[in-house]
C-alpha cells in the first residue's frame, strides 16, 4: 500500500510535466488552430537555454526560469512572424507539416553540437535533499515542479478564461474581423499568445533540466506522449488538457508499478478507448 | 542507323553488367558502418564509429598498395527491421562486404543472422550478448569489444564479492538487457551472492522514478542496472535525486562507457565500478589513438572502447586482407582467415580470436574519479584491477556455440 501512494506521487510528478506541455499546445491550437509539432524541440530549446545561462553567463536556475521562457518565447514568435502566419486560413496538415519540419531542424542542429547523450545540469543548492514522507522519500526539487507547474497552469487558465485579454482572445479566434473592427491589433495578439505557448514549453524544459540530462532528443522523446493527452483531454480545452496531464501522468505511474512493460504505451491505450466512445475528447465540444 | 543503334545498346548493356559484377579476387572494399546515428547509443558509438573506420582504412596502408576502400554508414534506430533491410540492401545492391559496429544486441543478432545467409562479414563491436558467440553465433560473425560475460565478471562478481550480496535489477526491456541479467545473475550467484528481484522497463525511459522506488523498496544492498547509455544515464541521475545511493544501497552500472560518464558529470558519477576493455588513457598506443580521434571529432569527445572496437576490428580485417593479397568477396573465407590470425593493434593489445568468433583480450575494472582527481577533461577513471583475457571471457568449453561441436 505504501508503495502504491509513492507510485501515484511520482506520476503527479510527471503529470506536472506533460499537463505544462499539453497546456500551452491547447492555448495554441484554441487560438491558432495549429498543431504545432515543434512543441517538444521548443521545450527542449528551454532546457538548453538554461544550461547556457548558468554555464555560459553563470546565471542560476532562477533566472534561467524567467528568461528562458521569454528568450525563448520571442523566438517563437519571431518563427510565427515569418513562417507561420501564412499558413491562417489552410489546412491543419500544412501547419503540421511546417512545424514537424522546424522541430526536425531545430533537433538536427543540436545534435550536431551536443550529441545524443546530452548535458548534466544540477539541482539548484536551495532545492536538493530530500524529506521522508514515511510511505517515500521525496526529493525537494519533484515537489517544486509539482506546486509551480500547478500555480503556472492555474494562472494560464484564469488569464485565458477570466481576464478581459483573455475575452479578447477567444474572441479573436471566434470572430477576427469583429474584434478587429473593434481596433483591437488581431495579428498582435495572435503572435503574442503563440509566444506563451512556447514560453509555457520553454519553462516545462527548464524545469526538466535538473531531473533529466539536457538532450537534443529530450523533447522528441515526451512530445508523442502530450499529443496523446491533448487528444484525450479535447483538443483546445484548456481545464480539459491541464486535468488529463495530471490525470495520465498518474495512471501512467500505476502502470510502472503493476505491469512496467506496458509503462510507455498506456496512454495511447486509453487515447484510442476515448476516440471511440468519445471523439472530441473528454471535456472537448462538439463544433 | 538501326544496327549501328543495336550494337550501341549491346555495348551499353555489357558495360553495364560487367560494372555491377563484382569479381572474386579485385582490390576493391566496401565497409558498412551500421549503427545507431541519432538516439540514445549515438554517442558510445555513432558518427564516432564512422570516424574510427577512416581511421583504420588510412592506417591500413591498404590505399597505397593499390586497394580502393569506401566506408559509407547507416542509421538503424535502434530497430531489428529498420536494421536488417539496411543490411539486406547494402549486401545485395551496394555490394558490402564488412557490416561493422551495429550496437543495440537485438538488431546485432538479426544482422548477424542475413550476414550468415549471405555469407557476408559482421565485425560486431557495439553489441553486448554474449549469445553472438554462444548459441548464436556463425561462421560469419566476429564479437570484438566486450559482451555481457565481461561485464558480469568484472562489475558483478567485484561488486558481490565487496560485501554486496543482495541484488535487485533494472532491465531494459530487449535482449541485451535479458542476456546482461542472466549473465550478471550467474556471476553474483558464483560469487555467493543473491538476486532478491527486478523489474523491467522500457527501451529509451526518460524517467526511473517508479523503478527506482522499487528497487529501494527491495532494499537489496546493490542495484544491477541491466540498461546501457542514456537509460543508464537517467537511472544514476535520478538515484542520486531520491536519496538511494546515501540510504546505503549501491549502484552497479553494468555497462557504461566514458561517454555516459562525461554526460553525467563526475560530481553524480564518482566512485561508481565499471567494466571496459579499453579506456583512452591506459597506455601510450590508446593515448595517441585517441589524442587524434578526438582531433576529428565535432565535439571534441574521446573514443569510447565500442569506437575503439570498430577501429581495432577493421584494422584486422585489412591486415587479412593483405595477407590474401586480395578480396575473395567470401564472407567465411575471410572469417577463418581472421581467426588464423593473432590481433595486435596499439589500441587492445595483443589478443586472439576463439573458434566461436569471440575477441580475447584484457578487460578492466575501472572507478570513476572525484571531481578533485581529476585532472581535466575526460580524465574519469582509475584502474582497480586487469582481468586477464582468459577470464573475461566465456571459456571455450563452456561456450553453448553449434560450431565448436563437431
Request: aromatic share 12%; net charge positive.
Given at each position: 500500500m505504501q508503495a502504491l501512494y509513492a507510485q501515484l506521487l511520482v506520476g503527479l510528478i510527471n503529470g506536472s510535466f506533460y499537463a505544462l506541455l499539453s497546456l500551452g499546445l491547447a492555448v495554441i491550437f484554441g487560438m491558432l488552430n495549429i498543431i504545432n509539432f515543434a512543441h517538444g524541440a521548443l521545450y527542449m530549446m528551454?532546457?538548453?537555454?538554461?544550461?547556457?545561462?548558468?554555464?555560459?553567463?553563470?546565471?542560476?536556475?532562477?533566472?534561467?526560469?524567467?528568461?528562458?521562457?521569454?528568450?525563448?518565447?520571442?523566438f517563437g514568435m519571431v518563427l510565427e512572424r515569418t513562417l507561420l502566419k501564412w499558413l491562417a486560413g489552410l489546412d491543419h496538415l500544412y501547419g503540421l507539416l511546417l512545424t514537424f519540419g522546424i522541430a526536425l531542424i531545430i533537433q538536427g542542429?543540436?545534435?550536431?553540437?551536443?550529441?545524443?547523450?546530452?548535458?548534466?545540469?544540477?539541482?539548484?543548492?536551495?532545492?536538493?535533499?530530500?524529506?521522508?514522507?514515511?510511505?517515500?522519500?521525496?526529493?525537494?526539487?519533484?515537489?517544486?515542479?509539482?506546486?509551480?507547474?500547478?500555480?503556472?497552469?492555474?494562472?494560464?487558465?484564469?488569464?485565458?478564461?477570466?481576464?478581459?485579454?483573455?475575452?479578447?482572445?477567444?474572441?479573436?479566434?471566434?470572430?477576427?474581423?469583429?474584434?478587429?473592427?473593434?481596433?483591437?491589433?488581431?495579428?498582435r495578439m495572435i503572435t503574442l499568445t503563440y509566444g506563451l505557448g512556447i514560453g509555457l514549453a520553454a519553462l516545462a524544459g527548464v524545469l526538466s533540466a535538473p531531473i533529466n540530462q539536457v538532450r537534443p532528443l529530450m523533447g522528441a522523446d515526451l512530445i508523442i506522449v502530450v499529443f496523446a493527452v491533448v487528444v484525450i483531454g479535447g483538443m483546445g480545452s484548456i481545464m480539459g488538457s491541464v486535468i488529463t496531464g495530471f490525470a495520465l501522468g498518474v495512471v501512467e505511474g500505476l502502470t510502472k508499478y503493476f505491469y512496467p512493460e506496458a509503462s510507455n504505451t498506456v496512454v495511447f491505450v486509453l487515447m484510442v478507448l476515448v476516440l471511440l466512445v468519445k471523439p472530441t475528447g473528454l471535456t472537448g465540444r462538439a463544433t | 542507323m538501326n544496327r549501328k543503334l543495336s550494337a550501341l545498346m549491346l555495348g551499353t548493356a555489357l558495360a553495364l553488367a560487367a560494372g555491377t559484377g563484382a569479381f572474386a579476387g579485385d582490390k576493391v572494399v566496401k565497409i558498412g558502418v551500421l549503427n545507431d546515428m541519432s538516439g540514445l547509443y549515438a554517442d558510445l558509438a555513432g558518427p564516432g564509429s564512422v570516424i574510427a573506420a577512416q581511421m583504420a582504412v588510412e592506417d591500413s596502408g591498404l590505399t597505397k598498395k593499390g586497394w580502393k576502400i569506401d566506408v559509407i554508414s547507416a542509421d538503424h534506430q535502434n530497430k531489428p527491421d529498420i536494421g536488417v533491410n539496411i543490411a539486406r540492401q547494402w549486401i545485395d545492391v551496394d555490394k558490402v562486404d564488412v557490416l561493422a559496429d551495429v550496437p543495440t544486441s537485438s538488431v546485432a543478432l538479426a544482422v548477424s543472422n542475413l550476414a550468415q545467409e549471405k555469407n557476408s562479414i559482421l565485425?560486431?563491436?557495439?553489441?553486448?550478448?554474449?549469445?553472438?558467440?554462444?548459441?548464436?553465433?556463425?561462421?560469419?560473425?566476429?564479437?570484438?569489444?566486450?559482451?555481457?560475460?565481461?561485464?558480469?565478471?568484472?562489475?558483478?562478481?567485484?561488486?558481490?564479492?565487496?560485501?554486496?550480496?543482495?541484488w535487485f535489477f533494472l532491465t531494459a526491456d530487449y535482449a541485451f538487457g535479458a542476456a546482461i541479467e542472466r549473465d550478471t545473475t550467474a556471476a553474483v550467484t558464483?560469487?555467493?551472492?543473491?538476486?532478491?528481484?527486478?523489474?523491467?522497463?522500457?527501451?529509451?525511459?526518460?524517467?526511473?522514478?517508479?523503478?527506482?522506488?522499487?528497487?529501494?523498496?527491495?532494499?537489496?544492498?546493490?542495484?544491477?542496472?541491466?540498461?546501457?547509455?542514456?537509460?543508464?544515464?537517467?537511472?544514476?541521475?535520478?538515484?542520486?535525486?531520491?536519496?538511494?545511493?546515501?540510504?546505503?544501497?549501491?549502484?552497479?552500472?553494468?555497462?557504461?562507457?566514458?561517454?555516459?560518464?562525461?554526460?553525467?558529470?563526475?560530481?553524480?558519477?564518482?566512485?561508481?565500478?565499471?567494466?571496459?576493455?579499453?579506456?583512452?588513457?591506459?597506455?601510450?598506443?590508446?593515448?595517441?589513438?585517441?589524442?587524434?580521434?578526438?582531433?576529428?571529432?565535432?565535439?571534441?569527445a574521446m573514443p569510447t572502447m565500442v569506437q575503439a572496437g570498430v577501429y581495432s576490428s577493421l584494422l584486422h580485417y585489412f591486415k587479412a586482407l593483405d595477407s590474401l593479397g586480395e578480396n575473395p568477396h567470401d564472407g567465411a573465407k575471410m572469417v577463418a582467415k581472421m581467426k588464423t590470425m593473432p590481433t595486435d593493434d596499439p589500441v587492445f593489445g595483443k589478443g586472439s580470436i576463439e573458434p566461436n568468433g569471440r575477441v580475447l583480450h584484457p578487460a578492466y575494472l575501472f572507478e570513476v574519479k572525484s571531481p578533485a582527481e581529476s585532472k581535466?577533461?575526460?580524465?574519469?577513471?582509475?584502474?582497480?584491477?586487469?582481468?586477464?583475457?582468459?577470464?573475461?571471457?566465456?571459456?571455450?568449453?563452456?561456450?553453448?556455440?553449434?560450431?565448436?561441436?563437431?
Open positions: 528551454g532546457a538548453f537555454c538554461a544550461y547556457f545561462l548558468l554555464n555560459g553567463l553563470g546565471l542560476n536556475y532562477w533566472y534561467a526560469l524567467v528568461i528562458a521562457p521569454v528568450a525563448v518565447g520571442i542542429v543540436f545534435q550536431n553540437y551536443f550529441g545524443s547523450s546530452g548535458l548534466p545540469y544540477a539541482i539548484p543548492p536551495q532545492l536538493q535533499g530530500g524529506m521522508n514522507l514515511g510511505f517515500m522519500f521525496l526529493p525537494i526539487y519533484r515537489g517544486w515542479v509539482v506546486v509551480f507547474s500547478l500555480v503556472v497552469c492555474l494562472a494560464t487558465w484564469y488569464l485565458i478564461e477570466r481576464t478581459r485579454l483573455g475575452a479578447y482572445l477567444r474572441a479573436a479566434t471566434e470572430n477576427p474581423n469583429l474584434v478587429r473592427a473593434f481596433g483591437i491589433n488581431v495579428p | 565485425l560486431d563491436s557495439g553489441a553486448g550478448t554474449s549469445d553472438l558467440t554462444n548459441k548464436a553465433c556463425t561462421p560469419n560473425t566476429i564479437h570484438w569489444t566486450y559482451d555481457t560475460y565481461t561485464l558480469a565478471h568484472g562489475t558483478g562478481t567485484a561488486l558481490t564479492k565487496a560485501g554486496g550480496n543482495t558464483a560469487a555467493g551472492g543473491k538476486v532478491v528481484g527486478g523489474v523491467k522497463h522500457p527501451l529509451n525511459t526518460a524517467d526511473f522514478s517508479s523503478f527506482l522506488l522499487q528497487a529501494q523498496a527491495s532494499k537489496a544492498k546493490v542495484i544491477g542496472l541491466a540498461n546501457a547509455g542514456g537509460d543508464t544515464v537517467n537511472a544514476i541521475k535520478q538515484a542520486a535525486e531520491f536519496g538511494i545511493t546515501s540510504g546505503g544501497q549501491k549502484l552497479a552500472s553494468l555497462l557504461m562507457f566514458v561517454s555516459d560518464v562525461h554526460a553525467l558529470g563526475l560530481q553524480t558519477a564518482k566512485g561508481l565500478n565499471l567494466t571496459e576493455t579499453f579506456y583512452w588513457d591506459l597506455n601510450d598506443g590508446t593515448r595517441a589513438f585517441s589524442k587524434r580521434f578526438q582531433d576529428r571529432m565535432k565535439n571534441h581535466g577533461p575526460w580524465d574519469y577513471y582509475k584502474l582497480v584491477a586487469t582481468i586477464p583475457a582468459n577470464e573475461a571471457f566465456t571459456p571455450l568449453d563452456k561456450s553453448t556455440c553449434p560450431l565448436l561441436k563437431k
